[in-house]
Structure formats: structure tokens, C-alpha cells
């Protein structure tokens, strides 16, 4: 097929109308991406030198992971962290400490580097460096992956499934999980994200670009309007979330209050990453999928 010739970027088929457990309306979905310092290496290695550019990441084990599972703590709730390799290496207590609090652990990425097609050799050095980070610091093999800067290819997605990875939390473009369809069968699992519940936009475009940053209430409000919607429509609310921004002081507080909100709702289905992949893999099996 010549490749100017229209057709879907997702060849996938829509997402099944699988029903969340115990009659839950909706599933709620936090997920954190630890990038510490390696977002800004992944940018431009020379921001090693550039040292109060790299303090931004460093905010994360210093203070804002302790700080989000405090919050997390005290809400009862579970989130899953996507964790760069560089990141386990340089701050290995801080991650162990996310381990030992109970949440799910997923794959980042090693440098934080966007996924290009074409550079298979750099893809396959990120997810392979990342897989063996994890399993050399902590101990574990992670099931989840969330592609760095949110991009991905067929090739990216390949070599995930063949490594065990069970679902990504990457593209835009539905608000159900699906399967992704791969030119010699089925792929992982996408649990889709949402571009306005990313923290980044609102609390850090200042180090990026001239735009302001976005008051508490006003993020509030976009994110009550998503999830109110998401909700009715069945869906599910995925958060992307980063410590070096969630885990400031103002960013904080409208989490504590997003939290508080979204519990306020009794049909709200709250996993983690493994539990919705778990969750469709047993509705797949009950469909002879």
C-alpha cells in the first residue's frame, strides 16, 4: 500500500464493552511517571552541566514521591509508577519505597527517550536497559509500560509483547482499554490516557515555554470535568501524574482534593494498571477471545 494512502493509524478494532468489576460504572486509574532527572537528560544530555534545570527532577526523591505516598497513604488508594531505569539506579531508595508502600511498579523507558521508528537499535537498548534496572535494583519484572513522551511505533510495540510487557499506557485515542493489533497478531493491552490529565501541561510548561502555570482551581476544574464525563461514559480516568510536579506543595493540595472528589463517587472501579490488564484478560478468556 503506497504510503500516502489514507487509513487508520490504529488498525485495532473499538475497544470491547467489557464490564468493570462488581457493577462499577468506571475504573480510576493513577498512574505516576518517575522521571527524576532522566526527563531532562532524555532532552538534552548536556542538561547534566545545567544544574538547576536537573533540580527540577531531583525535587523527586528529595521530597515529592515521599510526599504523594503520604497522600496516597491516606487516602487508601494504589497507584502504579512508571520508573525509568536511570532513575532506579540514581535514586534506589526512593524507589524501594514505593515497592514497599504496595504499588505497582511499570517500565519508563531508561534515559526517558521518545521512541523514533526507525531506531530500533536505540528502542531496543531503552526497554532492555530499563527492564534490567528494575529487575537488578528492585527485584521485580515489571507487566506495564508507558512509552517516554508518550510516543510509540509498531516496532516499539513488538518488542514489548515479546518481553512479557502486558499492557501500555501511551495512546490517545479512546477512553476504554483495548488490544492492540499488530501485523502478525494481537499486542498488549492499551489502557488509553487523556492529555488534559497530565499534570505536566498545567504545573511545569514555565521551564519550557512562556506559558503560565495554571492555578489550582482551574486544573481542578478540567480534571472534575473529565472524570464527570469519563465516568458517565463508562470509561476509564487515567492520570499522568509526575512527581516533580504533583509533589509540589499547591500541586499536592488539587490531588488531595481531586482524590477526595473522585471518592465521593461509590460506582468508581480504582486500579492499578496490572489489575484493568488482569481484569480484561479474565473478560477476554469468559468471551473465547
Same mark, same amino acid.
Given at each position: ?79 502504579? +509508577?512508571? =520508573? /525509568? ?10 524507589? *524501594? &519505597?514505593? !515497592? ?101 501541561? +498545567?504545573? =511545569? /510548561? ?10 489550582? *482551581? &482551574?486544573? !481542578? ?69
Amino acid at each position: 500500500m503506497p504510503a500516502d494512502t489514507p487509513r487508520p493509524a490504529n488498525p485495532a478494532p473499538p475497544a470491547p464493552d467489557f464490564p468493570w468489576p462488581e457493577g462499577k460504572r468506571s475504573a480510576f486509574f493513577l498512574g505516576f511517571d518517575v522521571d527524576a532527572e532522566s526527563v531532562w537528560l532524555g532532552m538534552d544530555r548536556r542538561n547534566a552541566e545545567r544544574l538547576v534545570t536537573m533540580s527540577y527532577g531531583g525535587y523527586e526523591a528529595r521530597v515529592g514521591i515521599a510526599k504523594l505516598l503520604e497522600l496516597l497513604a491516606r487516602h487508601d488508594a494504589k497507584g502504579t +509508577f512508571f =520508573i /525509568t531505569g536511570w532513575t532506579v539506579e540514581a535514586h534506589p531508595a526512593a524507589c *524501594e &519505597a514505593i !515497592l514497599k508502600a504496595g504499588h505497582e511498579i511499570a517500565h519508563h523507558g531508561y534515559w526517558h527517550l521518545r521512541p523514533e521508528p526507525g531506531d530500533d537499535e536505540t528502542m531496543r537498548e531503552e526497554v532492555e536497559r530499563g527492564f534490567e534496572a528494575l529487575k537488578r535494583v528492585l527485584g521485580l519484572i515489571p507487566v506495564g509500560y508507558r512509552a517516554p513522551s508518550g510516543e510509540s511505533c509498531v516496532a516499539l510495540l513488538k518488542m514489548l509483547r515479546d518481553r512479557g510487557i502486558r499492557y501500555s499506557s501511551s495512546w490517545r485515542d479512546d477512553i476504554r482499554p483495548y488490544r492492540h493489533l499488530l501485523p502478525d497478531g494481537p499486542g498488549p493491552i492499551e489502557i488509553p490516557v487523556n492529555y488534559s490529565l497530565d499534570d505536566w501541561n +498545567f504545573g =511545569i /510548561t514555565h521551564r519550557m515555554s512562556p506559558r503560565a502555570l495554571f492555578s489550582r *482551581e &482551574a486544573v !481542578l476544574s478540567i480534571w472534575r470535568d473529565e472524570f464527570e464525563q469519563t465516568h458517565a461514559w463508562g470509561g476509564v480516568t487515567t492520570m499522568m501524574l509526575h512527581p516533580q510536579v504533583s509533589g509540589r506543595p499547591m500541586r499536592y493540595r488539587l490531588l488531595d482534593e481531586f482524590l477526595t472528589y473522585v471518592a465521593g463517587f461509590d460506582d468508581v472501579w480504582w486500579a492499578t494498571g496490572r489489575d484493568i490488564a488482569d481484569h480484561y484478560e479474565r473478560c477476554e478468556a469468559a468471551r473465547g477471545v
